[in-house]
């Protein structure tokens, strides 16, 4: 009995996980804005699910990674790692 019990959750946490592993993390089209503490800036290519930007005062082209989870980290020359919300 609870050696059915354990296999049957096992196999509903694996189906599970498996389910959110596959949803891929895309990244923003290039010339979408990108709203920072820093000001807007503008989406200039795409990587696979990280983007390049352009973000005024920043000093250089920025990256932008897709979290996975709605937000986005935004890393540009001299300035500290941001969390904003994913551009679409």
Known sequence: MIRTWLVATTAL???TGVA???TPA????VGSSVTTS???????GTMGSTATTTIPGSGGQG???N???GTSMVT??????EAIATPQ
């Open 20 to 22: 959110a592993a596959q």
């Open 38 to 44: 820093r000001g807007t800036g503008v989406v200039t």
């Open 26 to 29: 895309s990244s923003p089209s």
């Open 13 to 15: 946490a694996m189906m």
């Open 76 to 81: 540009t020359p001299g300035h500290p790692p």
């Open 67 to 69: 979290n996975g989870n």
């Open 63 to 65: 990256l932008i990674t």
